[in-house]
């Protein structure tokens, strides 16, 4: 499977730094030649919210590229930290203020 040959050739990388794909490519509309961190920063945040928005990854949770689908699993998990993150940050805020 081209995903399982994925994972092992970045076996010794950590998630957000596997390589993004190089330009020219149909999955490459992030940030070429980046990693899978920059993807998470800038113009390369608003286009991986934007695929995950999209209907196709909505109803089958997978892209034309595999490379691309790999990479969009790991993003929805670390905006969803990201957001549980903040959402935890604001309830602290809350019950603070609530003593105040």
């Known amino acids: 499977m081209i995903a399982d040959r994925f994972r092992r ?3 010794g990388l950590a998630a957000e730094e596997r390589p993004l794909p190089p330009p020219g490519r ?3 509309g992030l940030v070429a030649y980046g990693l ?3 993807g998470l920063a800038g113009v390369g945040l608003e ?3 934007e695929l995950l928005r999209s209907e196709r990854w909505r ?5 034309a590229s595999v490379h691309l689908t790999l ?7 670390v ?13 602290l805020g809350r019950a603070i203020g609530r003593f105040l």
Request: proline share 0%.
């Open 9 to 11: 050739q970045w076996r």
């Open 26 to 28: 149909a999955d490459s």
């Open 47 to 49: 286009r991986t919210r």
């Open 36 to 38: 899978w961190r920059d």
């Open 79 to 91: 905006l969803r930290q990201r957001e549980a993150q903040r959402m935890a940050g604001l309830d």
């Open 59 to 63: 109803r089958e949770r997978t892209h």
């Open 71 to 77: 990479y969009l699993e790991w993003a929805d998990g």
